[in-house]
């Protein structure tokens, strides 16, 4: 199992509360093969956590968390996705 935690850098401010509370709710109906996930807005960005079985460099929650933006954000803006942690179960970081 990993957790991992990625972060969204250049969201509008207006936008990342309620895209946190969306991309929350969407991974929790619609994309239940990852758990435990959460999506916070911190005021500069979204930070994005969740575990699963299959993913040990985060792409493959990367590249969702992006379709998610993508939905959910409709202003236009320059961002950058970053993968900012993997821990796999049993050791402190990777």
């Known amino acids: 199992m990993y957790k991992i ?23 929790s ?4 093969w990852h758990t435990n ?3 916070q807005w ?3 960005r979204l930070v994005l ?4 079985d299959h993913d040990p460099n985060g792409l493959a929650l990367l590249d969702e968390f992006s379709d998610c933006i993508s939905a959910y954000i409709t202003e236009p803006f320059d961002g950058d996705i970053k ?12």
């Open 5 to 27: 935690t990625l972060t969204c850098y250049g969201v509008p401010k207006a936008a990342g509360l309620e895209a946190a509370i969306d991309i929350t709710k969407e991974f």
């Open 29 to 32: 109906e619609h994309r239940k």
């Open 37 to 39: 996930v959460s999506c």
């Open 42 to 44: 911190d005021g500069e």
């Open 49 to 52: 956590e969740a575990e699963n």
């Open 83 to 94: 993968v900012e942690n993997i821990i796999k179960r049993g050791e402190s970081s990777a």
